[in-house]
């Protein structure tokens, strides 16, 4: 009955933290740039017993472990802004950021200007390009931004094309391994970014979350029903041991 409790513990300690990944996807669900989380799980066999007299596979306990979470990095959804400041990069590429935590990585390309012309995050951080931040005057107009990352405006009324930078767009050999960090960045961790040159870049357009709402929340309701379903199993194990030791202590009259 011990073991039954064990085991029953260790699989609602992993579908509470399985819970949290989902409800985390589902927050994020209109969250620009936004990649969904998924839980890893593995069987944990107990070593075998030596002090008991049990055989063959009455001695192998398999416990539940989340052995964590990975990344779906797979394309969102475009959705078209008419921004021109708005950016969807279409392939693994990260737009790099200045904080002040030092340079961070995203795929939310709701980009806009502060008040000295730069352009920055919905947050505030400075967007990086090749030669540093990105800096408009205030008679700039007609922003182009080319697949490329290269931007261009028409300055003043001299309908003369100048640059403003080109961005820079990055990626990473194991993007897995990137860390999360909140606001939608993510740092580098142990990996190291890299010049990307085949991802483009689509103006006035926004990359959506990748979350499948529909799927998260029927993955919700699942996780909440088995927890159910285990603390139920729990609680009549609980009741058959203190029945079990009720009579055991019950001493004939």
């Known amino acids: 009955m011990e073991n039954a409790l064990l085991i029953g513990l260790s699989r609602q300690t992993v579908l509470e933290r399985q819970l949290d990944v989902v409800a985390n996807n589902i927050a994020n669900v209109n969250t620009a740039g936004f990649k969904a989380d998924q839980s890893l799980f593995q069987e944990y066999l107990m070593p075998v017993a030596h002090e008991d007299n049990f055989i063959g596979r009455d001695r ?16 969102g959804a475009t959705e078209q802004t008419k921004n021109p400041l708005d950016v969807a990069i279409d392939g693994n590429g990260f737009l790099v950021v200045q904080t002040a935590a030092g340079e961070r990585y995203t795929r939310d390309g709701g980009l806009q200007l502060n ?9 505030g951080d400075q967007v990086l390009g090749t030669s540093g931040p990105i800096v408009f005057q205030a ?7 080319a697949p490329d990352g290269t931007v261009s ?20 050999a194991d993007a897995q391994r990137l860390l999360k960090e909140g606001s939608n960045l993510y740092s580098a ?5 890299q010049a990307d040159t085949r991802s483009l870049v689509q103006q006035g357009y926004i990359e959506k979350s990748n979350v ?25 194990e609980s009741d058959l ?9 019950d001493v004939p009259s």
């Open 60 to 75: 192998r306990l398999s416990y539940v472990q989340d052995n964590g979470t990975y990344r779906d990095l797979s394309q």
């Open 115 to 123: 008040n000295q012309g730069q352009l920055v995050t919905a947050n």
């Open 212 to 236: 499948n709402a529909v799927a998260e929340m029927s993955r919700m309701i699942e996780v909440t029903r088995a927890y159910t379903q285990v603390a139920t199993l729990l609680q009549q």
């Open 189 to 193: 961790g142990e990996g190291a970014a």
């Open 153 to 172: 405006v028409v300055e003043g009324t001299s309908r003369t094309d100048s640059l403003r930078g080109k961005l820079r767009l990055v990626s990473f």
């Open 139 to 145: 008679t700039d107009h007609d922003i182009n931004i």
């Open 241 to 249: 041991h203190k029945s079990a030791i009720e009579k055991l202590a």
